[in-house]
Structures are given as C-alpha cells and as structure tokens.
C-alpha cells in the first residue's frame, strides 16, 4: 500500500514539475517553433526565387547549388534566433561551429579546391557536355559536368572521373566533337606525288564519318632514306575516332594498289671494301 501510495506522489511531483515547466517555457517554445517554422518556409520561398532568377542567366548546375546553399544560410540563422528564445545561449554553438568549419576545411581542403574548380569551370564554361577535351594525358567526350569533377566518355566507352582541380590551371585541349588523325605513308621517289595526294584526299572526302566542315590536310611531310612521306590530316568524331583512322587507313591503301603507286621497303645500300 506505501508503494502505490510513493508512486502517485512521485507522479503528482511529476505532473506538477510539467505544469510549472509549461506555463513558464510554454510561450518561448512556442515563439521558438513558430520562428523556425517561418525559417523554412522563406527559405523554400526565396530559394524558389533565387532558382528561377540564376537559370536563365548562370548554368543550372551553379544556379541550384547557390540557391541551396542560400536556403540553409537562412534555415540556420532561423534555428540560432529559436534557440536564443528558448534561452539557449548561442555562443559556445558559435565557437563550435567555428572550430568545426576549421576541421571540416583543413580536412577537405582537396575536396574544396575541386568545387572552387568546378565553379570557374561552369562560369568559364571553356567546355560544355558533348565536347570532346584532351587532359592529363585522357581524353573523351564530356558526358557530365559537376561542381566535383567531370566525367568523360571515350570510345571503348570507359567512364573517366576528372577532378575539378586538375581542370583549371593545366593544359586544356577542347576539339568540341571531333578529333584530329594524323597519319603517314611513305611512296617511292619515283612515284608521282602530286598524284598520290590527290588520291588520299579523294578517299578522305569520300568517308561519310570524316568531318565535312574541316578540309583534310594532305601534302609531303618528310623525305625520308627509302621513301617520301605523305603526311594527311583530317577530323574524326571522337565516338569512332578508331574505327574512322583505320578504315581510311585501309581504304587509302586500297587506292594507292589501284593506282598502281609503289610503297617501298626500307632500303639499305651497303659497299663491301
């Protein structure tokens, strides 16, 4: 009987500490959630605006990453005013905060230097997706450009990750949707050159997958032991940069056996003394 009797008292204490919590806290709790209920609501608000605003003038991926990053500005200044009515002094959450942010930069300083990156890259925009860019000895279309790193497509279509930070301050070759063959092909010095080039630009224009906006490059590029060199250049699309250099490597073979143009076998002419 003591028993139940000590547990309603522990409970009419109970129940009295809540009244007494409540009608002295109630208000401020009340003003606290009101506050950062308000919070949220601008900050959907304003970050809606603030989307609609950038997209039409920055690139979508930099306009909703400073809209969030406006709206959790403002659902944090919310929450520090609610817990300055509740009475909590912000100071230490400050000065952690602080010391946190500290820890969190030092940590993740290559991280950071790779959206700072990224940002110069989507306001520069020295490329867009669907360019074909040459870096760190890579090359690929650009599939997706994020505030991290880039990603790349290449013809056997391996997905390559770039980071941001290797992107700014490095060498950058951008051919958009094309790029550049480069090949060779020795004939004989009594073959007819002149002829020899027209006929490897006859079978470079021909080819349906060669860029018709670039006029391929063909002329003598070397005057070798055995042989003079015919060097050509053309643009490929980096989708089939392969497959395109090796069936005009084989169709200007083709045309160069119908032609009847010799190349030759490396020649060594050695004198016995």
């Not at 920055?58 to 009475?87: H, P, Q, Y």
């Not at 490329?127 to 497509?153: C, M």
């Amino acid at each position: 009987m003591e028993k139940v009797e000590q547990e309603l008292v522990n409970v009419t204490k109970f129940y009295d500490v809540m009244i007494a919590f409540f009608a002295n806290y109630s208000l401020q709790i009340l003003g606290a959630v009101i506050i950062f209920g308000i919070g949220i609501s601008v900050s959907k608000y304003v970050h809606k605006i603030v989307l609609n605003l950038l997209k039409t003038k920055i690139d979508e991926t930099l306009s909703s990453f400073v809209a969030n990053l406006i709206r959790f500005l403002i659902i944090g200044m919310m929450g520090i005013l609610a817990l300055g009515k509740l009475g909590i002094s912000i100071g230490p959450f400050v000065a952690a905060l602080g010391a946190l942010s500290l820890t969190a930069g030092l940590a993740l300083q290559g991280s950071v230097s790779n959206f700072a990156a990224g940002v110069v890259l989507i306001v520069t925009k020295p490329f867009k997706i669907g360019d074909t860019i040459t870096t760190h000895n890579v090359y690929g279309e650009v599939e997706e450009i994020k505030l991290a790193y880039t990603v790349l497509i290449n013809e056997d279509k391996e997905q390559i990750t770039i980071p941001n930070k290797y992107m700014i301050g490095d060498v950058l070759v951008n051919s958009f949707s094309y790029r550049i063959v480069e090949g060779s092909v020795g004939i004989a010095y009594d073959s007819d050159a002149k002829k020899c080039i027209e006929v490897i630009k006859k079978v470079i224009s021909t080819c349906k997958e060669v860029s018709s906006e670039q006029e391929p490059i063909v002329g003598i590029e070397n005057f070798g032991d055995s042989s003079i060199d015919i060097g050509y250049r053309y643009w490929a699309p980096t989708k089939n940069y392969f497959k395109t250099q090796y069936d005009v490597n084989l169709k200007i073979l083709d045309a160069l056996n119908n032609e009847k143009i010799t190349i030759p076998f490396p020649q060594r002419e050695v004198r016995m003394v």
